[in-house]
Every structure is written in C-alpha cells, then in structure tokens.
T-cell receptor
Framework: SQTIHQWPATLVQPVGSPLSLECTVEGTSNPNLYWYRQAAGRGLQLLFYSVGIGQISSEVPQNLSASRPQDRQFILSSKKLLLSDSGFYLC????????FGQGTRLTVV | RKEVEQDPGPFNVPEGATVAFNCTYSNSASQSFFWYRQDCRKEPKLLMSVYSSGNEDGRFTAQLNRASQYISLLIRDSKLSDSATYLCVVNKGTGGFKTIFGAGTRLFVKA
C-alpha cells in the first residue's frame, strides 16, 4: 500500500532563517506530488505541483521554492522566511484522488 | 471566479438532521470529483469519490451535475462525529494533475 511521510510535524523558525520541508512517498512510482499551504481558518492553497523528477510548476509567486530530486521525494524550501510564511503545509500525492501527509505546522517568529 | 467554490458555512445542525452541501466548479474540462473531510488541525482525508451516476456510502450520498457544474454531498442522520470541514475537490485529468480544493464548508453537529 502507498504511504506518504512528511516531516517535521511542527516547526518554529525565526524570520530570515532558511526552511526545508521534506516529503517522501512509498509504494507507488511516478506519482503527481503537491505542496499546499493552509492559513489558519482558510482553505488549501496550491503552492507547487510536480508530474515528474525535476518538473516543478509554481502556482503563486512567493518566497518559497520546490524541488523533486527523486521520483518519490518532494522538498519545499525557502532561503529566508517571512512572517507571512506561517501556516500549515501539506504534501500530497495523487493519481486521481489525493492523499496527504500529516502536515507541518510552521510558525515564523 | 474561483475554480472551486463552496459555501464556507458554518452549518449548525442537531444530531439526526439531514444536511446538504453544494460545490460549483468553473472548468468544464474537469474530470474527477471528490469530497474530503478535514478535522481541526489535521490533514484532509478522502471521504468519497463522486461518480456521474451518483453514489452512496452509508449515510453519505454524493452527486454530480455536469451540465450545471456542481457536486453535492448529503449527510443523513448526522452524528456528533460528523463535525468537520468538508472540502470539495476537482481535478482536470485522470492522472490527478492539477487537483484543486475548495475552501471547505464547516459543519457543527450538536446534541
């Protein structure tokens, strides 16, 4: 069966610090991968999606970047965090329906 | 116009009530449709797919109206444990490409 792992679960980072969130998928090959952000009390905002290694599409201009160095690995990064980057970050994989990791709650202070 | 729109609610209903949510989507090329449930501070989880002919899973019934570009979710005999946010999900391809989530409808079921 397929599983998706996302870490860390919570993170508190100072403004201006770098960020790296990692997501890995097991039990499937060539999945579509996604990074979403959810602000408190708001809906899911699609940040990046990837249909293959090295293929990243960005949905909104922002302070973040994504990379897919391996088929089942998706990384969300930032060189310098802003206060507005705080939120609940969710990695997901899909073929038709999407399956989510447990999320990372990021607080930038 | 947002690609997927939902009434944010909240819907406050007593136990045992029937409640329905609608969701509209803008892209007529959308091919796959789902309802997800999200509990507070948790990741969304798939509740059910939505098929063209309509489908039922226990107390939950989902329907798709392609002509009017909306999907619906009906919950019968509401339970306290049904309290959550329900997300409407649409994607354009069978491969799951470009999955778009609605902002969700909050449901509170009270004793």
């Amino acid at each position: 069966s397929q599983t998706i792992h996302q870490w860390p679960a919570t993170l508190v980072q100072p403004v201006g610090s770098p960020l790296s969130l990692e997501c890995t998928v097991e039990g499937t090959s060539n999945p579509n991968l996604y990074w979403y952000r959810q602000a408190a009390g708001r809906g899911l905002q699609l940040l990046f999606y990837s249909v293959g290694i090295g293929q990243i599409s960005s949905e909104v201009p922002q302070n973040l970047s994504a990379s897919r160095p391996q088929d089942r690995q998706f990384i969300l990064s930032s060189k310098k965090l802003l206060l507005s980057d705080s939120g609940f970050y969710l990695c997901a994989w899909s073929r038709a329906e999407a399956f989510f990791g447990q999320g990372t709650r990021l607080t930038v202070v | 116009r947002k690609e997927v729109e939902q009434d944010p609610g909240p819907f406050n209903v007593p136990e045992g009530a029937t409640v329905a949510f609608n969701c509209t989507y803008s892209n007529s090329a959308s091919q796959s449709f789902f309802w997800y449930r999200q509990d507070c501070r948790k990741e969304p989880k798939l509740l059910m797919s939505v098929y063209s002919s309509g489908n039922e899973d226990g107390r939950f019934t989902a329907q798709l109206n392609r002509a009017s570009q909306y999907i619906s979710l009906l919950i019968r005999d509401s339970k306290l444990s049904d309290s959550a946010t329900y997300l409407c999900v649409v994607n354009k391809g069978t491969g799951g490409f470009k999955t778009i989530f609605g902002a969700g409808t909050r449901l509170f079921v009270k004793a």
